[in-house]
Antibody
């Protein structure tokens, strides 16, 4: 069965960076794009970007352009999301999400809480 | 960006009731719409995609309809386990966007 296992919770100071990992199993890693979605407390999910893990191509939301980087390590079946210049408004649960036959999110990681606080 | 507007924000209904949640897109998205169920502290779970295709393993009391800009998620006979927040999601155009959610409570 498809499993996406994310790294643990993080507490960061404003201005710092955070890197969250997402280890995939149960399917052919290179065959599916991986997206990152975040959700602030009590808010709707917010799409951040995605990576074609087969060729490394990425696309980011304009909102995060210049601050976010999504990479993959095919040898480890792992995708990473790094967000820089953190501010308090970035406090959210960050999810990796694998697409289905088209670009809906069929499988989700368990989420990683990132808290930004001085 | 395509704005997704859900209504109502909350609804309270009894076990066995038929409930409907609507989602409106700010421009046509054909049928590139998915519905998710989210329980507190958990990741969203896919219910339907392509507006009306039921994900494998999802109970048949969930159904979806609509195209263009207006969509509906219907739960035909509400069960206690359906207490959750429901989100619509358009995947026709980047940036991908979500509705504001509908919290379903059981009376």
């Amino acid at each position: 069965q498809v499993q996406l296992v994310q790294s643990g919770a993080e507490v960061k100071k404003p201005g710092a960076s955070v890197k969250v990992s997402c280890k995939a199993s149960g399917y052919i890693f290179n065959n599916y794009a991986m997206h990152w979605v975040r959700q602030a407390p009590g808010q709707r999910p917010e799409w951040m970007g995605w990576i074609n893990v087969g060729n490394g191509n990425t696309k980011y939301s304009q909102k995060f352009q210049g601050r976010v980087s999504i990479t993959s390590d095919t040898s480890a079946s792992t995708v990473y999301m790094e967000l820089s210049s953190l501010r308090s408004e970035d406090t959210s649960v960050y999810y990796c999400a694998r697409i289905g036959v088209t670009t809906f999110f069929q499988h989700w990681g368990q989420g990683t809480l990132v808290t930004v606080s001085s | 960006d395509i704005q997704m507007t859900q209504s109502p924000p909350t609804l309270s209904a009894s076990v066995g009731d038929r409930v409907a949640i609507t989602c409106r897109a700010s421009q046509s998205i054909s049928t590139w719409l998915a519905w998710y169920q989210q329980k507190p502290g958990k990741a969203p779970k896919i219910l339907l995609y392509k507006a009306s295709t039921l994900e494998r393993g999802v109970p048949s009391r969930f159904s979806g309809s609509g195209s263009g800009t207006n969509f509906t998620l219907t739960i035909s006979r509400l069960q206690p386990d359906d207490s959750a927040t429901y989100y619509c999601h358009q995947y026709e155009t980047y940036p991908l966007t979500f509705g504001g959610g509908t919290k379903v409570e059981i009376k």
